[in-house]
C-alpha cells in the first residue's frame, strides 16, 4: 500500500528537540521571539505546527519563507483550507475571518500560494521515545488514531474523505463536551482550532492553541515539547 500524502511520518529526532505550535494565523514574528526564548536551534530542532498557518495576522507573506524551511512541519489547518480551495470557497465568509491578505495577491501569486497549501497533509505522525504522538488541527474523527490512519493510507475520497477532514480541520465536539475518552494508539493527539487560555488536555487529546494571534487580548503561543509533553513557552 502506498502511504497517503495525506500523512506525514516522522522518526526520532536524536539531534534534539521536537516542539509544537498552536496556530499562527500570520503572526510570525511573534513566534519567532518565542521560539527564541526557548533557545530552538534549527540545525537541530524540529517545529511542528497545528495548522491555521496564515488569516488574521499581519505577517500572512512570511509563510512561504517559513513552508521551505526543513525543521518546520505543518497539518492543514481550516484556514489553510480556504488557500487550498480558493477558487470555490466561501470568499465572503473567509474575507469575515481573515482573508483579505489573499484576496490581495495576484492571480499567479494566489496560484503559487495554493500549490504549497495543497501539500500539507491532514496528520502528522512523530516517534518520541515514549511512542508516537499525533497532530491534527482541530480532532481525530475515529476512537482510534489507526483507524484514521487505515482510511487515508487506503486512498478514501469523494464523500467520504470530506467528512472526515470536516472533523479533523473543524470539530470542536470533543472539547466542548469535556470527551476525555481519548484517541488509541497514541502516546498524545496535539490539536489546535479552538483557544484555550492555558494548554488543556482531555485523556491523551492536548490542546496548545492559546491565542498567540490575538496577542492584544493577553494571547501568547505555547510551545509543546513532544518528548516530554510539557510547555516550553511561555516561560515558568
Known sequence: MTPSPLIR???????????AVGDIHGHFALLRLALQEV???????????????????????????????????PVCGN???????????????WLQNGGAWFQRLTPAEQAQFAI?????????????????????????????????????DAGVSGGRLRAIKNVCLWSRRRIERL???????LVALVVGH??????ARL?????????GWYPDEGG?????????????FPLP
Open 194 to 199: 479552538t483557544p484555550v487560555s492555558v494548554p
Open 220 to 232: 501568547y503561543f505555547t510551545l509543546l515539547d513532544l518528548g516530554s509533553l510539557t510547555p516550553l
Open 203 to 211: 485523556g491523551n487529546v492536548y490542546y496548545i492553541d492559546t491565542g
Open 9 to 19: 511520518r516522522f522518526a526520532p529526532n536524536p539531534q534534539g528537540r521536537d516542539l
Open 39 to 73: 533557545g530552538f536551534n534549527p540545525a537541530r530542532d524540529r517545529l511542528f505546527s497545528v495548522g491555521d498557518l496564515t488569516d488574521r495576522g499581519p505577517e500572512c507573506g512570511e509563510v512561504l519563507h517559513w513552508l521551505a524551511s526543513p525543521w518546520f512541519h
Open 79 to 93: 484556514h489553510d483550507d480556504y488557500v487550498c480551495r480558493y477558487e470555490s470557497c466561501d470568499r465572503e465568509n
Open 116 to 152: 504549497h497549501y495543497r501539500a500539507l497533509p491532514i496528520a502528522i505522525e512523530v516517534a518520541t521515545p515514549a511512542g508516537p504522538v499525533g497532530l491534527l488541527h482541530a480532532d481525530c474523527p475515529f476512537s482510534s488514531w489507526q483507524g484514521l490512519l487505515d482510511q487515508l
Open 179 to 185: 470527551d476525555e475518552s481519548g484517541v488509541a494508539d
